[in-house]
Each structure stands twice: as structure tokens, then as C-alpha cells.
């Protein structure tokens, strides 16, 4: 089975901290994606990557940064957490195979920014 | 709004009855997959299902896809309270080679089963 590994369930950071959410998948999956979940906007996609060191927007990137240096690791960056990024966030993977692929996901993490 | 857009937005009924969501999106698809997610909990991927198929079955779960009216349902026979979740349509609208595999969730149907 496919595990997608998110660092913290529960995170508690401060306005204007720096703060860097960490996913490992073990299945040696090409793609990549960071989601947020907010209640009645469902997810949606911040960034995703479908190789090492690539990277491409999603719906919503402002406020957000990612980092690829390896295939299995995959880190979502809040250069300066507002408290409006506080959300439910969630790391998913899935083989390249040009789509028809289904995303596995992480258990999320839990950010509040005070 | 939305590209997938689920209805209804929450469901509620008794253990052995089934259950039955649907899932509507406005533009062509490569395919159109759904998910469960248990509260707080990530999502999991229940069934996927090819814009040239028609009907897929898995176990208690049966999707069906109607391209010519861009909707989809997926039926839960015979339920039981451990059905009780979230289930989110997604669908993956890119052309071949340049989707990676994106996706775009809908807003979800929270399920509630009584025992």
C-alpha cells in the first residue's frame, strides 16, 4: 500500500513565523500536490510538482512556496504565516502514467497560525 | 464556481438503506474519480471511472457517468454506520501528457448513517 507520510497532525505557529509542512510518499510517485481544506470551499490546490526540483502553481499559490530536492519528499513553505492560512492542509502523490491515476493522500495537518 | 459540484450537500439515513450522491462539472474530462474522507482524516480513493465508461462497480459502490449531461452518482448499497463520511467527485480535466494527473474536488456530501 501506497503510505503518504504528513509531519504533524496538529501545528500551533505564531503571525510572521516562517513555516515549513513536510510530506514523504514511499511509492516512488512521480506527482505531487499540496491542498488546503477550508469548510464549504472543499480543496483546493496550492501547488503540485511532477518531477524533482519542477514545480507548478495551483488555484491558489499566494502566501505559499514548495520545495523538490528529492522525489519521495515534498515541503510546503508559508514564507510569513497570516492567520488566514489557518486550514486543514494536505499532501497527496500519484504516478505520472499521463492521468487516469488516482491521488493518495496524507493524513493532513492541522495549522492554526494565532 | 466549482468544477464538480456534489448534491446533495449532506445526506442522512438509516443502516441498510442505500444511498445515493451525485456530482456535476462543466467542462470535458480525461476521468472523474471519487473519494471518502473520515473526520479529520485524509482522503481516500473509493473509484475511478474513464470518460468512455459508462458504469464501474466495487464491492457495495456503484458509479455511474453520464457524459452527455456532465454528471456523475455514485450509489452505496446497503449501508452501515461505518459508511458514515465525506465523499468528494474530482475530476481530471487535462489533456493527456499535461494534466500530471491534477485534479478538481468538489465540495463534498457528508453521509451519515444511523445505526
Known amino acids: 500500500d501506497v503510505k503518504v507520510t504528513q509531519s504533524s497532525r496538529y501545528l500551533v505557529k505564531r503571525t510572521g513565523e516562517k513555516v515549513f509542512l513536510e510530506c514523504v510518499q514511499d511509492?516512488?510517485?512521480?506527482?505531487m500536490f499540496w491542498y488546503r481544506q477550508d469548510p464549504g470551499l472543499g480543496l483546493r490546490l496550492i501547488y503540485f510538482s511532477y518531477d524533482v526540483k519542477m514545480k507548478e502553481k495551483g488555484d491558489i499559490p499566494e502566501g505559499y512556496s514548495v520545495s523538490r530536492e528529492k522525489k519521495e519528499r515534498f515541503s510546503l513553505i508559508l514564507e510569513s504565516a497570516s492567520t488566514n492560512q489557518t486550514s486543514m492542509y494536505l499532501c497527496?502523490?500519484?504516478?505520472?502514467?499521463?492521468?487516469?491515476?488516482?491521488?493518495?493522500f496524507g493524513d493532513g495537518t492541522r495549522l492554526s497560525i494565532l | 464556481s466549482q468544477q464538480g459540484e456534489e448534491d446533495p450537500q449532506a445526506l442522512s439515513i438509516q443502516e441498510g438503506e442505500n444511498a445515493t450522491m451525485n456530482c456535476s462539472y462543466k467542462t470535458s474530462i480525461n476521468n472523474l474519480q471519487w473519494y471518502r474522507q473520515n473526520s479529520g482524516r485524509g482522503l481516500v480513493h473509493l473509484i475511478l471511472?474513464?470518460?468512455?465508461?459508462r458504469e464501474k462497480h466495487s464491492g457495495r459502490l456503484r458509479v455511474t457517468l453520464d457524459t452527455s449531461k456532465k454528471s456523475s452518482s455514485l450509489l452505496i448499497t446497503a449501508s452501515r454506520a461505518a459508511d458514515t463520511a465525506s465523499y468528494f467527485c474530482a475530476t481530471d480535466t487535462g489533456a493527456g501528457g499535461t494534466s500530471y494527473g491534477k485534479l478538481t474536488f468538489g465540495q463534498g456530501t457528508i453521509l451519515t448513517v444511523h445505526p
Open positions: 497527496a502523490s500519484s504516478l505520472v502514467d499521463f492521468s487516469n491515476q488516482p491521488q493518495h
Open positions: 471511472i474513464r470518460s468512455n465508461e
Open positions: 511509492m516512488d510517485h512521480e506527482n
